[in-house]
């Protein structure tokens, strides 16, 4: 069965990087991209980008273009989300979540990924 | 960026009652719209792609229309599974944008 595990939870001063992992399991891991969405405290869901695992294509959101990388190994079937300047406010919950037939429908998520940036 | 506005923001409902969330967005996104559930503490789950096709495992008791700017997604007998929040997704254009979500209470 398809399985996203993410790394643990981390704790960051602001300024810091925090890098967010993403394995996967039970499908072809090259042929399904994949997102990353986060959810702040009590909030709504907020949409990353996303990453071609097999070419390493990636597409950023605007908001986090200076920001953010993606990567991918597919040698482990990991995915990487890299978060650069952290400030408060990118305390969230992060998810990677793959794209079900490249139409960007997420049909199978990880469990979640708690970020928090506090001096 | 496409704005999603969902309404209502919360509701309270009963086992058995039919429900119906609305999604507009800011601009035309054709069909390009998904619907998700998240319960508190996990992550979402896809319920509808494609505005109105039911994910593979979904109850029938969802269904979902729409296209252009306004959709809506309904729940023909709630379940006390059901009890959630709701997103619905534009991915017509970057970047994607989430509604704000409905909250379905007992």
């Known amino acids: 069965q398809v399985q996203l595990v993410q790394s643990g939870a981390e704790v960051k001063k602001p300024g810091a990087t925090v890098k967010v992992s993403c394995k996967a399991s039970g499908y072809a891991f090259s042929d399904y991209y994949m997102h990353w969405v986060r959810q702040a405290p009590g909030q709504g869901l907020e949409w990353m980008g996303w990453i071609n695992p097999k070419s390493g294509v990636t597409v950023y959101a605007q908001e986090f273009k200076d920001r953010v990388t993606m990567t991918s190994d597919t040698s482990i079937r990991t995915v990487y989300m890299e978060l650069r300047r952290l400030r408060s406010d990118d305390t969230a919950v992060y998810y990677c979540?793959?794209?079900?037939?490249?139409?960007?429908?997420?049909?199978?998520w990880g469990q979640g990924t708690v970020v928090i940036v506090s001096s | 960026a496409i704005q999603m506005t969902q309404s209502p923001s919360s509701l309270s409902a009963s086992v058995g009652d039919r429900v119906t969330i609305t999604c507009r967005a800011s601009?035309?996104?054709?069909?390009?719209l998904g619907w998700y559930q998240q319960k508190p503490g996990q992550a979402p789950k896809l319920l509808i792609f494609a505005a109105s096709t039911l994910h593979s495992g979904v109850p029938s008791r969802f269904s979902a229309s729409g296209s252009g700017t306004d959709f809506t997604l309904t729940i023909s007998s709630l379940q006390p599974e059901d009890f959630a929040t709701y997103f619905c997704?534009?991915?017509?254009?970057?970047?994607?944008?989430f509604g704000q979500g409905t909250k379905v209470e007992i």
């Open positions: 979540a793959r794209d079900m037939t490249g139409d960007d429908d997420f049909d199978h």
């Open positions: 997704l534009q991915d017509y254009s970057y970047p994607f944008t």
């Open positions: 601009q035309g996104i054709r069909n390009d």
